[in-house]
């Protein structure tokens, strides 16, 4: 996502396709390996009828900045003991991925997964490609990459083994972590082939022997556990906050309460008199725009996190507030809901539906809204960094290092090579840890300093200087016939834009936000319109799990199931029938200007298949009994929302008592093409519906003279195990690698929170337009 | 004043308002208990005090002085705490910051009470949070710690 950005935000309008020209290009020749030595396949799409066990496809990773990298001299190394080294280049914050990806390597290389010892990465896109850990991205770009890996490594290690044995390459086999020579009753481990293997060079696609799907060990089977669970249930696992060098430095900043906020006055006096605090420093101001740039502020140093946080609490700062000094969420709501109230700028325009609504015998109008949200990921933003000799080390939980890295080299003036970005394991993240201005501060600040220095956020600092997930308005008009037939759908959205994180705000969202459930209603009704009305961000909007597809999927979701009620007719019965008969959407048909935007993907391979989701409706309904009656106050309700090129259905089961919600059970199902690790499936869908009713129930950041009114957890719930989903039953739809796997660290979110609402309408009666839920049913 | 932590006997001389957690983290460099809130609403911070779970963040130098401070790495000399190798078997954690708080908080249950019912299960892990959301594990690798299935 982020990398998309930052191209709209240079003024490059469209993203280029991905410039597919060869079987395997020699990246070398581009001229970003030098010094590396290996020889990188940057992309690998065959020309058709070469295809061996697995045909080569088309997804936009190799469009991704720095693309795609499958050379094993990259990913894997092998000890004269046999002991296999992979690298993880993804940042692992909760899905899974740093285990996933080496599991595919390793089981297409034959390798024993018990001698398999997993490396994070630093931040180096040029060496190891794109490193962007977003967009439920990793499976779907990397799966692929990942068996051409595991198989070149595979066949270099068969060629050396060959070649010692004096016979061809095919008289060889690879059989876990050894090659072996049936008639000659020959066998070499895989350690004392490896520096023969590796003096080989990478071969070519062509010639790769990928395993049959029923010679997998690992991969679709969901038995391998994560890599650092041993780590994780004995606190031997690192993450962000646990790196300490020798004479290491904490800083707690004081930021602008409002951004782009100025200091008027500060006294600094009873900081400075703690026990332990060692220096007051000034960070720049920077105002909204100005990307992943620190805010700026004021920061306490001292010898330890407690001093530090002491210090910075008692800095008495006066600041002018600034241009965003009076943002008020309420009259703020009240001006998206003016705004979705005009036309807005169309973004599909299939039919006529302003028409259509004018002449309609009825017009049902629904308002759905959502304000800002926090990511609040377990572990606030920290990051150490180091300065010596002109060079910068970062040790930092962050989603995208290597723009962690360029900005901060940017920040300070430095060229990137002098600039390190070490990976830590991330403690949550959910797009916040994609903004890594905590690394920034980190780097300036050691800088400054001239040795190590970690910048710890206090969870309230956390709350009251995110990247706001997007707060919305988004109205529906839908027109009935007389005979009651569904005949337009209007839908407008206003909701301030990431791209206001980026460039100058004009009030417009980018196609990313526009694609996620905006130009895509998968209905099958002749006039349908998609427009985007203005919204000004007052306050830094970014990417939150799932973004736009939150709201988008909460308003849809309802609309459908008022409207269903509205018509008498049964919710699941109703959105079967308007998603229609199994086709795929087309763009031109849907009256879009182009394409639609589809996570970039490409439509050949990844098209939005309507059958997929009445296929997750109907495995959803069927599984949770869905029509079963259930006791007064109880209550069943059902969603669907294809994103991040996903298909998942709810089944959400209410139970509504004084006002609170409880939900003893819910049933998901999920299509998500070749499930590389079902049980990380499953534990994202248990995880997506906690973090989904933690949305519903609690979440909305709120201001008031600018500044952000909640703190902590106290103020800005979590839903925890005294209520919480309690039982989340996840059915994967079966299929083999040729339907493309894809991710889903996010598309879990978006069905929870309408499932939720339509079953709370069927439980009291009582309709949820406005998120979060909060008192409303109290009252 | 003295302190013990995993059984080591330790003087301290600092700021007696220092909680708990810091100290561990930045003068012992125990790094399992985790910072999540600072003000006791998370657990992430969660150690025993003789044998008491308690929240490291709330909890200062001069309250633990004379008392027996155990983090995750003393719950157990090799990492095989029942409670340890139920959250293992159950495949709990997702990105895994807050596990070694809930662990340390199961732990202070079941040694207290080793058949806990499910509502005081529920009950006893509600400080807890888990913003990755993995409280259906959490849950059953209790049960599983408690009654062995």
Redesign the interface.
């Known amino acids: 996502m982020l990398h998309q950005i930052e191209k709209f935000a240079e003024q490059s309008k469209t993203v280029p396709a991905a410039a597919i020209d060869s079987v395997i290009s020699n990246a070398s020749r581009r001229g970003v390996l030098k010094g590396l030595g290996g020889f990188v396949l940057a992309l690998h799409l065959l020309p058709a009828g070469r295809a061996g066990a697995f045909p080569a496809y088309e997804t936009f990773g190799p469009g991704m900045p720095n693309g795609v990298v499958n050379d094993p001299h990259i990913f894997v190394a092998i000890a004269p003991d046999g002991e296999v080294t992979i690298i993880a280049h993804r940042s692992e914050m909760g899905t899974g991925s740093r285990t996933t990806l080496p599991m595919v390597i390793a089981d297409e290389m034959e390798a024993d997964w018990d001698r398999v010892t997993v490396k994070q990465a630093e931040g180096d896109e040029p060496k190891y490609g794109n490193q962007d850990t977003d967009g439920s991205r990793s499976l779907r770009h990397h799966i692929q990459p990942a068996r051409e890996i595991g198989a070149a490594m595979r066949h270099m290690l068969k060629q050396a083994a060959a070649k010692q044995w004096g016979v061809k390459i095919d008289e060889v086999e690879a059989v876990g972590h050894q090659v072996i020579h049936k008639s000659l009753g020959s066998r070499v481990g895989y350690g004392d082939l490896a520096e023969a293997a590796m003096a080989l060079k990478t071969p070519p696609r062509d010639v790769l022997q990928f395993k049959d799907e029923k010679e997998f060990r690992y991969i679709g089977k969901g038995t391998v556990p994560i890599v650092d669970l041993h780590d994780i249930t004995t606190g031997k696992a690192v993450y962000g906050s646990d790196v300490r060098l020798p004479g290491t430095r904490v800083a707690v900043i004081a930021r602008p309460p409002v951004v782009g906020a100025t200091i008027k006055s500060i006294d600094d006096s009873a900081a400075k008199a703690i026990a332990g605090v060692e220096t007051i420093m000034h960070l720049p101001i920077t105002p909204l725009g100005s990307k992943f740039k620190p805010l700026g502020g004021v920061a306490v140093i001292a010898e330890n996190t407690w001093a530090a946080i002491q210090g910075r609490d008692a800095l008495k700062i006066e600041w002018d507030r600034g241009e965003h000094g009076t943002f008020e969420t309420r009259a703020y709501e009240a001006e998206l809901r003016a705004s979705t109230a005009e036309p807005g700028t169309s973004v599909r325009n299939q039919g006529n539906a302003d028409a259509a609504l004018k002449d309609a015998a009825k017009v049902l109008t629904y308002e759905y809204y959502q304000p800002h949200m926090a990511h609040a990921p377990m572990e606030p933003p920290t990051a150490l960094a180091n300065y010596a000799d002109g060079k910068c080390e970062i040790w930092a939980p962050v989603q995208s290092p290597y723009v962690a890295r360029t900005d901060t080299a940017e920040y300070l003036g430095m060229d990137a090579k002098d600039v390190t970005v070490n990976v830590t394991l991330l403690g949550g993240a959910f797009g916040r840890k994609s903004k890594a201005d905590f690394a920034t501060e980190a780097a300036f600040l050691a800088k400054q300093v001239g040795g190590p220095v970690r910048v710890q956020w206090t969870r309230e600092d956390d709350i009251r200087h995110s990247y706001y997930h997007t707060s919305s308005v988004e109205r529906i008009d839908i027109g009935l016939d007389s005979d009651k037939r569904v005949t337009a759908w209007r839908h407008r959205s206003a909701a301030p834009s990431f791209l206001s994180t980026f460039t100058e705000d004009k009030g417009v969202q980018h196609e990313i936000e526009i694609g996620m459930g905006l130009e895509n209603l998968p209905y099958e009704i002749s006039n349908v319109s998609a427009e985007q009305c203005p919204a000004f961000a007052h306050t830094r909007v970014g990417w939150f799990r799932s973004v736009s597809n939150i709201p988008r999927a909460f308003a849809v979701q309802s609309a459908t199931a008022e409207l269903a009620h509205e018509l008498g007719r049964d919710q699941k019965e109703f959105l079967l029938e308007i998603i229609g008969p199994p086709r795929i959407l087309d763009a031109k048909t849907a009256g879009l200007p182009g394409k639609f935007w589809n996570q970039y993907e490409p439509e050949k391979e990844f098209p939005f298949e309507t059958g997929r989701l009445s296929g997750v409706v109907r495995l959803v309904a069927q599984k949770a009994g869905w029509g079963k009656s259930l006791p007064k106050g109880e209550a069943l309700g059902i969603a669907a929302h294809r994103s991040f090129v996903s298909y998942i259905a709810m089944v959400v089961h209410a139970k509504v008592e004084k006002g609170i919600v409880r939900v003893p059970e819910v049933h998901v199902a999920v299509d998500c093409g070749f499930a590389a690790n079902p049980e990380r499936v499953r534990s994202q869908m248990q995880g997506a519906c906690v973090f989904g009713m933690t949305a519903a129930l609690y979440s909305g950041i709120s201001f008031d003279n600018g500044e952000v009114q909640e703190s902590n957890f106290h103020d800005y719930e979590m839903v925890r195990a005294d209520n919480f989903p309690e039982l989340v039953h996840t059915y994967i739809v079966p299929h083999s690698f040729e339907v493309h796997a894809t991710g889903v660290g996010e598309p879990g979110v978006p069905p929870f929170a309408p499932a939720l609402a339509n079953a709370i309408f069927n439980a009291t009666g009582r309709r949820i337009r406005n998120l979060p839920i909060g008192d409303q049913l109290k009252a | 004043m003295k302190i013990t932590v995993n059984n080591a006997e330790h003087v301290f001389e ?2 007696k308002s ?2 708990v957690l ?1 100290y561990v ?3 012992l ?11 006791g ?2 657990g ?1 911070c969660t150690v025993h005090v003789d044998g008491m779970a308690v929240h490291g963040c709330t909890t200062s130098m001069e309250a633990v002085a004379g008392k027996k401070v155990t ?3 003393g719950l157990s000399e090799d ?1 095989n705490h029942p409670v ?1 190798q139920a ?2 078997e159950q ?1 709990v ?8 708080g809930q ?1 340390m908080q199961a732990a202070a249950l079941l040694a207290e009470n080793p058949n806990p019912t499910d509502q005081e ?3 006893n ?15 059953s690798a209790v049960r599983q710690a408690s009654t062995g299935a």
């Open positions: 600092g700021d220092m909680p810091w983290r930045d003068e460099g125990l790094m399992g208990t985790k910072y999540g809130c600072g003000t609403l998370c992430a983090t995750i790495e990492g340890q959250w293992r495949n954690p997702q990105c895994g910051f807050c596990q070694t662990i299960i529920l009950d892990m509600a400080g807890n949070i888990c913003r990755c959301g993995c409280y259906q594990r959490i849950i």
